[in-house]
C-alpha cells in the first residue's frame, strides 16, 4: 500500500483543531477564520505533495497535479471543508485527506500522469449556516437558485455574498469560473457512510451506487399571539399546533410508504419564544429525500394538506412554503464503480455497493460528467455527532483504492 494511515490521522486530527466556535463535537462553518485556518492546512499540504494550489471564487480549494497532456480533462477528487453544528471530525475531512493523500502518492512515486489530476476542498456543502446545502457545489455548475448569494441569509442576517466578500472573495466572479460539461474528466468522493450498512455488516468499504433525491424547505406558519393561560383553546391561532400537525402528517406518510423514504424537521424557531405566550408565528424545515421523487411528492402532498385543513379550521392561520434545496437523486458511473470494484478486489477489502441515504457534493457534479462514491464505515453508524468516528485503517484503505483507481483514470 502506497498510502499512509498515520499521515491520514495527522490531517484529520490536525484539521479538527480549527473550530469556528467552542462546544460539542466539530463547529467549523464556512467562510469563518477557522475555514480559513483549515483551507491553509491544506493548501500548504497540497504544495509539499508538488500541487500547483489555486482558491477559486467561493473558496474552492483546488490543488493541480500537472499531467503530460494538461489540454486533457482532469480527473477530481474531494469533498467538503465545512461541518455541521456539533458534527464529526470525519464528514467531508475524510475525502480530502484520502484525496490529499493519493496525490502524496503520486509525488512519492515520481509520476506524472498524462491526464492532470486534482484535489479538491469544497466549501458550504452542509448548509445549516445558509439554510440550504450543497453550495460550493452547485456554484460551481451553475445551479444556484436566483439570486440565492443575496437572499439567503445566516442568523445574523448577513447574505451569502457579504461573507464572501468579507472572506476576501469577490461573488461576481462566480458565474465566470463555473465549469461545464467536458471541463472535468470525473469526479471521485470518498466519504463516510454516515449510516449503519457497514458497521453492522463487518464491512470495511462501501461502493456507491446512487445517491437519494432530496428536497429541503421552510414553511413559515403565521397566527395570532395571546396569553397562554387566559385564552380558551377555543379562541386560538396556534402556529406551533399547526406545525406539530403538519410534521406529523409529513412524517407518517414517510414512513407508511415504507420505500425508505424519510421525513425530518430539524430547525424550528417560534415568536416570540416565550413559553406563556401562544406563538404568532413558527418557521420550520422540512428535509425529505427519497430514491423516488414520486414519494417526496407524496409526503410534501400530505403536509400541504393538514396546513390547509389548520387554515381552514382556524382564519387566523396562514402559511408560505418555500423551497431551499432541491437535488435529483443520481445513479453513480457503471464503469468507475467497475474500476473501484477491481481495486478493492485486488485489496481484498471486504465490501458492497450500496445507495447513500446522505446527499454529497457528487450528485451536483454528475449532472456534468461521471461520478463515483467510496465509503468507509461509520462507527454504530452514527455521524452529524460528536461519536462520529472511523477507524484510520478504513480510511487509509479507501484512499488505496481511491489512489489506484486515479492512476488508472488519469492514464487514460
Ligand atoms: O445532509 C446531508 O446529507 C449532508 O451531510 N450535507
Ligand atoms: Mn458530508
Ligand atoms: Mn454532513
Redesign the pocket.
Known amino acids: 500500500m502506497i498510502t499512509k494511515t498515520e499521515q491520514i490521522k495527522k490531517d484529520i486530527t490536525t484539521i479538527a483543531r480549527f473550530q469556528s466556535k467552542k462546544g460539542r463535537g466539530c463547529n467549523r462553518f464556512s467562510y469563518t477564520p477557522a475555514f480559513r485556518q483549515a483551507a491553509d492546512y491544506i493548501a500548504e499540504e497540497m504544495k509539499k505533495a508538488g500541487l500547483t494550489v489555486r482558491e477559486n471564487a467561493v473558496g474552492a480549494i483546488l490543488g493541480t497535479l500537472q499531467g503530460e497532456q494538461p489540454e486533457l480533462a482532469p480527473v477530481v477528487s474531494g469533498s467538503h471543508l465545512d461541518s ?1 453544528p456539533e458534527g464529526g471530525n470525519f ?1 467531508g475531512i475524510a475525502g480530502i485527506c484520502a484525496a490529499l493523500e493519493a496525490a502524496r502518492a503520486f509525488h512519492d512515486a515520481g509520476i506524472r500522469p498524462r491526464r492532470s489530476f486534482c484535489c479538491i476542498a469544497i466549501p458550504e ?3 445549516p449556516q445558509f439554510g440550504s ?1 450543497l453550495f460550493g457545489s452547485r456554484a460551481m455548475c451553475g445551479q444556484l437558485y436566483d439570486d440565492e448569494i443575496h437572499r439567503f441569509r445566516n442568523a445574523q442576517g448577513q447574505s451569502i455574498a457579504e461573507v464572501l466578500t468579507a472572506y476576501g472573495k469577490n461573488p461576481e466572479k462566480i458565474a465566470s469560473e463555473m465549469i461545464h460539461k467536458g471541463d472535468w474528466a470525473a469526479f471521485l468522493e470518498l466519504h463516510i457512510e ?1 449510516g449503519p450498512v457497514l458497521d453492522r455488516e463487518h464491512l470495511e468499504l462501501g461502493i456507491v451506487e446512487a445517491i437519494v433525491g ?1 428536497k429541503y424547505y421552510f414553511v413559515t406558519i403565521k397566527g395570532i399571539s395571546n396569553h397562554a393561560g387566559a385564552t380558551p383553546m377555543t379562541m386560538r391561532a396556534d402556529t406551533v399546533l399547526a406545525m406539530a400537525n403538519a410534521v406529523s402528517a409529513g412524517a407518517d406518510t414517510a414512513l407508511t410508504l415504507g420505500d425508505g423514504t424519510v421525513f425530518t424537521t430539524g430547525m424550528i424557531q417560534t415568536h416570540p419564544g416565550a413559553g406563556n405566550i401562544i406563538p404568532d408565528k413558527t418557521v420550520f424545515s422540512i428535509d425529505c429525500r427519497s430514491r423516488n421523487m414520486n414519494s417526496i411528492e407524496t409526503v410534501m402532498k400530505a403536509v400541504k394538506a393538514s396546513l390547509e385543513t389548520s387554515k381552514k379550521q382556524n382564519s387566523g392561520l396562514s402559511y408560505t412554503i418555500e423551497e431551499r434545496l432541491h437535488a435529483d437523486p443520481v445513479e453513480m458511473d457503471q464503469s468507475l464503480q467497475s474500476l473501484l470494484e477491481t481495486q478493492t478486489q485486488l485489496l481484498h477489502i471486504p465490501y458492497k455497493r450500496m445507495c447513500s441515504g ?3 457534493d457528487t450528485m451536483v457534479f454528475n449532472h456534468l460528467m461521471p461520478t463515483a462514491m467510496i465509503f468507509v464505515p461509520s462507527r454504530d453508524g452514527r455521524s ?1 455527532v460528536p461519536e462520529e468516528w472511523t477507524d484510520y485503517r478504513y480510511i487509509q484503505q479507501g484512499a488505496e483504492v481511491l489512489y489506484q483507481t486515479l492512476r488508472h483514470l488519469t492514464a487514460q
Open positions: 455541521v464528514d456543502e452542509e448548509g446545502g454516515q432530496l446522505a446527499g454529497h452529524h
